[in-house]
């Protein structure tokens, strides 16, 4: 099954940007979605179709996907962004349709 | 609103049967497809289960196929999931999401734990 493979954690200090990666093969010819989470909360979708923001995501979260890495990208990162990040893509080719990323820590400085 | 609202879970033996139900507002809910997601304890998402709006396609992860069951009542709005021969493993925060064109969720209930323990 197709696997993803994100940074166990990233650092950034307030104002700085931060870059999430989310690796896997060929994964730039799938559409890449991401998902903050803050603890004891559900997920929220920040990033879906590689680069595109839903309504009420600030500008300040953007993707890209290119080759064999997806990115998130935070940046003027606030204290309010330090939560877990994951990345999923839809896989067709095999039974396990839904893949997720291991997930990312952000902490903020 | 969008509103998803799962709940059922709870304390269960290992090898109990418990239903999860996901209660759907705030749209029309017989439009969308809709996946079960689950959260181990300090761990990553996992995706569960997944059903067509209609209810007529059912895909599973391998982790839970011959022991889950998905389901929907489209008359109710809601979605359902049967565990069966529930272990140890498969403690977590149950989410139920709906799932978009593009394949992604776009909203997501607030979960229910379900911890498998004797």
């Known amino acids: 099954s197709y696997v993803l493979t994100q940074p166990p954690s990233v650092s950034v200090a307030p104002g700085q940007t931060a870059r999430i990666t989310c690796g896997g093969n060929d994964i730039g010819i799938k559409s890449v979605h991401w998902y903050q989470q803050k603890p004891g909360q559900a997920p929220v979708l920040v990033v879906y179709a590689d680069s595109d923001r839903p309504s009420g995501i600030p500008e300040r979260f953007s993707g890209s996907n290119f080759g064999n890495t997806a990115t998130l990208t935070i940046s003027g990162v606030e204290a309010g962004d330090e939560a877990g990040y994951y990345c999923?893509?839809?896989?067709?080719?095999?039974?396990?349709?839904?893949?997720f990323g291991g997930g990312t820590k952000l902490t903020v400085l | 609103e969008v509103q998803l609202v799962e709940s059922g879970g709870g304390l269960v033996q290992p090898g109990g049967s418990p239903r999860l139900s996901c209660a759907a507002s705030g749209f029309t809910f017989r439009n969308y497809n809709m996946n079960w997601v689950r959260q181990a304890p300090g761990k990553g998402l996992e995706w569960v289960a997944h059903i067509s709006s209609s209810g007529s396609t059912i895909y599973y992860a391998d982790s839970v196929k011959g022991r889950f069951t998905i389901s929907r009542d489209n008359a109710k709005n809601s979605l359902y999931l049967q565990m069966n021969s529930l272990r140890a493993e498969d403690t977590g925060v149950y989410y139920c999401a709906r799932h978009l064109f593009g394949n992604y969720f776009d909203y997501w209930g607030q979960g229910t734990l379900v911890t498998v323990s004797s």
């Open positions: 999923q893509v839809w896989d067709s080719s095999s039974d396990h349709l839904v893949v």
